[in-house]
């Protein structure tokens, strides 16, 4: 039986044809798939190459922005954090600063360092995971088990000052949740020095492994026009050669008395991209250590809030540098006790928006290396 | 940690073992032995030292032991337990699951952590067992529209083919070898041919997406390294002379070759890596690019096939690399050497007084036996090696020099990331073959200028 072929003007709306090539293969990497996360990429290749890839994201929607609506301003903080759980400060960090600015309340100084201190260890702790993500993508096993070994360091800090070793829900509107035990600071200072210690061990096996710098550079290169007019942010944007830190930026919280560095490479390929947050986590802690020794020793580490605050009628739209880049809130509030809406502006949607561009005409082999050097986690971009 | 049934009772365990074993006793006795005996009557018996082995014989023996050394020494030299046993398969699939073992170890202590540590009590030792057992009890799952025979037939090909290799691998002096051929190397270029074919044809018929590029990718791998390697091989056979593996191994008996050719050495040892499909060259399994390459679609005892002719095939090429480059079971014997006269005379046991009264024969003995292969015997001023010791020893060192080539085979595991395919095929086409053949001009320069070689100075 032949084949019926609709002509192209008589076909329902959001229907085309599409135009098969017997040369071209069709792969859908993912959702399960060991080289995919929680999301698919339809990829078309010609034999070794790349001629198209889509990426799908959406298996992991929650619905986080619409569950914010229903819930007060109290109680919205464990699930917001939920999308990235292992970075799960800096993803409350904006929450926190809008809801402080729509409540009206202030936040003392200790507590706003007590706050610098865990964003910089989750950002590790994120950094630490996500880079033994990279590490079994390109088939480098002790990659995986290295980073994801010494993370145990700082989620020990972590659970030392929240009780929780993943999910902290630690911040909260008029400061943090409870005050860092007696020793913290020799621990922490100890445990951190360790930890930079370790991590300059990975350029060794990793970055200075010349299989890896053979395989990765030129590979996926993102111009400085391109970083810019995709709109990515972050390591991505950083990669390509843009110096744009929201730390520096537009500091918020006590990072304007810090002595924050960035880290810009030029280059713009999957190397470049993999080495920034690896920089990272080596400035993060030169300031944990600042912000341990600035900090004032003693005082209040959380305003009290009356119960079930309300916010003043208007909107505020408040931005924190996370481990991927800017992690943005949007809050509008018609003055009761929950939300009108909520909008979490976050890094890996925006950065996954150029992977079509980065996949096109590179081969096969290069895809896990380019599509995980995006510092793309897919929970986030789905919410 | 170990789960006992909630409803477990000693005496019904013990009372269900013994059972056991009375059921088991009376069928051998009632049914078993009498069938034996049926087909003794039909079945040529053979002749051992002279006797004709009835069953009364071999019943007797089992109470007699110096009657058991002809026995032993007849199952010694027989092919069934060449190939089987030593130094065909058991011997193989022996070091295979060592490396496995040591594989996993040597990985966790690179990579700060413990490795298997609960299965066995002593550093998960039987964690392969327990593999093993998982893997046989799993159900085997083929795809829907797969071309069914060639799929059974693949794993099953893979590990043929890899113990056809491992037959071809001398181990110890005195022809310790299943196949002896005079084309051995050649033999061992056939065999290897084999493996891309059964690779493309596994992957072809799964009729999925994933092996398939796995499998292309295999193909290509295999193809392109597979002129490396044979070229790389062919410096030793132009100062050798021959082609048959255990004289190779002869032929290195005061140095090895890899001093001479260390470039020839490296060219093999990359090639042995790819065609091992080894980080850093595990293209056609790369999990992260194409799942599992073309093992994808292997389930349960098919995968653990797959997995024991890998390694069958890992052992095989670490000891190809020790025959011909390292001088194969060639080393110092490990004990001193004995008096003639106590090999042709025996040993003579003094009583009280110191007197000899009386000399225990030992030519039977298998390890101070005489062999019939005169070469193996080194006689100097009396004093005399025998093939049991020379066979010991060499394959003491053989063993040694193999487990430290796999140990280097192990060790990109843990330190290098995959490379890509245009990397990979620039690397087998460009660079390894070009090595190649500066390391047989190095060969030929030494023949030609007589270093070694008929006439040469060494």
């Known amino acids: 039986m032949a084949e019926q072929v609709i002509p192209t003007n008589q076909m329902p709306p959001g229907l085309q044809v ?112 996500w880079l033994a993500i990279y590490g079994i993508f390109l088939g480098h096993s002790t990659m995986f088990m290295w980073p994801a070994g010494d993370r145990e360091l700082l989620i020990d800090l972590m659970e030392k000052i929240t009780g929780a070793r993943v999910t902290h829900a630690y911040f909260i509107p008029g400061g943090v949740r409870n005050d860092i035990p007696a020793n913290f600071e020799d621990v922490c200072l100890r445990q951190v020095n360790y930890f930079e210690k370790r991590i300059k061990e990975y350029a060794d096996i990793f970055y200075d492994n010349p299989i890896l710098k053979a395989r990765t550079e030129d590979t996926g290169v993102l111009s400085r026009e391109d970083a810019i007019r995709l709109g990515t942010t972050g390591s991505v944007l950083r990669a390509s050669g843009v110096d744009y830190d929201l730390r520096i930026k537009e500091p918020y919280d006590v990072y304007d008395e810090l002595d924050v560095h960035t880290n810009v490479l030029k280059s713009g390929d999957s190397y470049a991209r993999s080495k920034i947050p690896w920089l990272d986590m080596l400035e993060s802690c030169n300031i944990i250590r600042q912000a341990l020794e600035k900090m004032p020793k003693s005082g209040s580490i959380r305003t009290k809030l009356k119960p079930n605050p309300k916010g003043q009628i208007g909107e505020v739209y408040r931005r924190v540098e996370s481990g991927r880049g800017s992690a943005g809130c949007h809050i509008i509030s018609d003055g009761k006790i929950e939300p009108y809406r909520l909008k979490l502006s976050v890094s890996s949607f925006r950065n996954l928006i150029a992977l079509p561009y980065l996949l096109k005409g590179e081969k096969l082999g290069n895809m896990p290396a380019v599509y995980w050097s995006l510092n793309y986690w897919p929970v986030e971009a789905d919410r | 940690m170990s789960v006992i049934a909630p409803k477990f009772r000693l005496g019904y365990f013990l009372k269900a073992i013994f059972d056991n074993a009375f059921w088991i006793l009376t069928l051998v006795t009632l049914a078993g032995i009498p069938a034996i005996q049926i087909a003794l009557f039909f079945a040529p018996l053979p002749v051992i030292d002279g006797q004709l082995l009835t069953a009364f014989l071999a019943f007797t023996w089992l109470f007699n032991p110096t009657m058991q050394i002809p026995l032993i020494k007849a199952l010694l030299y027989s092919d069934l337990f060449r190939i089987a046993a030593f130094p065909g398969f058991g011997f193989a699939a022996l070091i295979a699951a060592g490396t496995i073992f040591v594989e996993r170890k040597m990985l966790a202590k690179l990579q700060l952590r413990v490795g298997p540590f609960y299965c066995g009590k002593i550093e998960g030792i039987l964690q392969l067992a327990g593999d093993g057992l998982k893997l046989i009890s799993k159900e085997i799952i083929i795809p829907a529209k797969a071309d069914k025979p060639l799929f059974w037939a693949a794993p099953v090909l893979f590990v043929g083919t890899a113990a056809a290799f491992v037959a071809l691998i001398p181990v110890a002096p005195g022809g310790w070898v299943v196949a002896d051929l005079d084309v051995g190397l050649l033999a061992v270029f056939a065999v290897i041919g084999f493996f891309p074919i059964i690779t493309i044809l596994s992957a072809w018929s799964a009729n999925s997406k994933y092996p398939f590029i796995g499998g292309i990718r295999a193909l290509h791998q295999m193809v392109s390294f597979e ?41 093999f040892f990359t090639t042995m890596l790819a065609e091992l499909e080894r980080i850093p060259f595990d293209l056609p399994e790369a999990e992260s690019e194409i799942v599992a390459g073309w093992l994808t679609e292997f389930s349960g005892m098919m995968y653990g096939l797959v997995q024991l002719g890998s390694y069958l095939k890992l052992y095989a090429f670490a000891a190809l690399f020790v025959i011909i480059f390292l001088g194969g079971w060639t080393g110092p014997v490990f004990w001193p050497p004995l008096d003639t006269e106590l090999i042709t005379e025996g040993i003579p046991i003094p009583n ?60 990109p595991r843990g330190v290098f990331p995959r490379i890509r395919l245009d990397m990979l095929l620039t690397l087998g086409w460009y660079k390894l073959i070009g090595l190649s053949f500066v390391n047989i001009f190095i060969a030929l320069g030494l023949v030609y200028a007589g270093v070694i070689g008929p006439g040469g100075i060494l």
């Open chain 2, 227 to 267: 002129i490396p390697l044979i070229l790389s091989l062919l410096g030793v056979v132009i100062l050798t002379g021959t082609l048959n593996l255990s004289e190779i191994v002869e032929s290195q008996s005061s140095f090895p070759w890899i001093i001479f050719m260390p470039i020839g050495a490296i060219v």
């Open chain 1, 18 to 129: 599409e135009n098969v090539d017997d040369r071209i293969m069709t792969l859908n990497v993912g959702p399960q798939h060991p080289g995919s996360g929680h999301m698919r990429i339809i990829v078309k290749i010609d034999g070794d190459y790349i001629v198209d890839a889509d990426p799908d994201p959406g298996y992991v929607h929650r619905g986080e922005e619409k569950m914010a609506e229903s819930r007060n301003y109290i109680t919205n903080i464990p699930h917001l954090e939920r999308p990235v759980i292992h970075d799960s400060c800096n993803i409350l960090y904006p929450y926190v600063l809008g809801v402080e600015e729509l409540v009206g309340i202030e936040v003392s100084e200790r507590a706003k360092y007590v706050r610098v201190i865990a964003a910089e260890l989750n950002r590790c702790i994120y950094i630490q995971y």
């Open chain 2, 352 to 411: 009280y007084m110191g007197d000899p009264i009386l000399t225990v024969a030992t030519p039977g003995l298998p390890l101070f036996d005489k062999d019939p292969n005169e070469w193996v015997m080194q006689e100097q001023g009396g004093l005399v090696y025998t093939s049991g010791q020379l066979l010991i020893s060499g394959v003491i060192w053989f063993v040694l020099k193999t487990v430290g080539v796999i140990f280097f085979i192990l060790l």
